[in-house]
C-alpha cells in the first residue's frame, strides 16, 4: 500500500470514528461504523430477497391483525424517539414457519414468524415481541453487530472505500444472525437483548398494550419445552433473566400505560 493510501486509510478511520461512536437510546456508548443509508438499503434488498425465498402468509385477517399491532408500536415509537433514529417507512411481514422467532432488519423491515403467533397469546404479547425488534432497529444494533463481527476492512468494503464491491444480502442476514430458515442464531450480545427488551417494554406501554403481559409471553417461551443452555453458553439472557428485567422495568411502563387510550386490536386467529 503506498504511502498515500496509508494517509488516505488513516483520514477514512478517523472519519469513520468520530462520525460511529455514539450512545444507544439508553445511553450505552457503542460504535457502528456503517453509514444508516448503507444498512438500510442492505435491509430492504435482504428482506426483498426473504420474501422472495420463503412462503408468506396471505390471510388478509391474520395479516391485518399483526399489521394493526405493528403500527401501534411503530406510532408510539414516532411519538418517543428522535426522528432520525426511525425508518422513514415500516413494512412487516408474516412468514409460514413453525419456529417461534420474529427478527427486524435495518430500514424498518419486520418479519414475524406464524410459530411466534402461537407463542404470543394476545394482542399485547405480540406487541411485546414487535417492540422488541424495533428496539433493536432504533438502537442501531445491526451496525454495531456488524462492526464488530466484520472489522473495519470488511467495512470498508462496503462501504466503498478499499473497493467497489457490496455486501451480500446474505452476509447481513449472517451478521444479524437470522439463518436460511428465519431461524434466529445468537443474534445480539446480552447487551443489545437486553435493551432492546427494556426500550420494547416501553414501546408496547405507550403504544396502549398491558405491559405486564411481556412477562407472561417469555413465561411462555419458557414452557415451549426443550430446555435452554446455560446462559453464560449463550448470547441470550436466559429467560428467567429477562422476566426479572422486564419487571424491574414495569413501574415507568405501567405510567406510560395508564396514560394512554388502550390499543383496540384484534386478536391473530391463525
Not at 463481527?149 to 457490496?166: A, D, H, K, R, T
Not at 426479572?244 to 387510550?261: D, F, I, T, W
Request: proline residues 7%; hydrophobic residues 45%; charged residues 15%.
Amino acid at each position: 500500500m503506498t504511502k498515500l493510501c496509508i494517509k488516505t486509510l488513516l483520514v477514512v478511520l478517523t472519519w469513520l470514528g468520530l462520525a460511529a461512536c455514539q450512545e444507544s437510546p439508553t445511553g450505552r456508548d457503542q460504535l457502528a461504523l456503517l453509514p444508516d443509508t448503507v444498512m438500510a438499503d442492505m435491509g430492504r434488498k435482504a428482506f426483498a430477497e426473504l420474501k422472495r425465498s420463503q412462503p408468506l402468509v396471505t390471510d388478509p385477517g391474520i395479516n391485518a391483525a399483526v399489521q394493526c399491532i405493528a403500527g401501534k408500536v411503530i406510532a408510539a415509537a414516532r411519538d418517543e424517539f428522535p426522528p432520525e433514529l426511525m425508518p422513514d417507512d415500516w413494512e412487516v411481514a408474516v412468514f409460514l414457519n413453525p419456529a417461534p422467532n420474529a427478527f427486524a432488519l435495518p430500514g424498518g423491515k419486520i418479519g414475524v414468524n406464524t410459530g411466534m403467533l402461537e407463542v404470543a397469546a394476545s394482542p399485547a404479547q405480540l406487541a411485546a415481541v414487535i417492540g422488541h425488534e424495533v428496539g433493536h432497529v432504533l438502537a442501531d444494533h445491526g451496525n454495531e453487530r456488524m462492526t464488530q463481527q466484520l472489522g473495519i476492512e470488511s467495512v470498508l468494503y462496503v462501504v466503498g472505500f478499499l473497493s467497489e464491491g457490496e455486501m451480500g444480502q446474505q452476509q447481513l442476514l449472517q451478521a444479524l444472525g437470522i439463518g436460511s430458515q428465519l431461524g434466529i442464531s445468537l443474534p445480539f450480545s446480552r447487551a443489545h437483548e437486553r435493551e432492546a427488551d427494556v426500550m420494547g417494554l416501553g414501546l408496547m406501554a405507550a403504544a396502549g398494550f398491558e405491559p405486564d403481559q411481556s412477562v407472561q409471553l417469555w413465561r411462555n417461551m419458557a414452557a415451549l419445552g426443550g430446555g435452554q443452555p446455560p446462559e453464560f453458553l449463550s448470547t441470550h439472557p436466559a429467560n428467567e433473566s429477562r422476566i426479572k428485567l422486564l419487571e424491574a422495568g414495569m413501574a415507568p411502563a405501567r405510567e406510560l400505560y395508564r396514560a394512554v387510550s388502550p390499543a383496540n386490536c384484534p386478536p391473530v386467529v391463525l
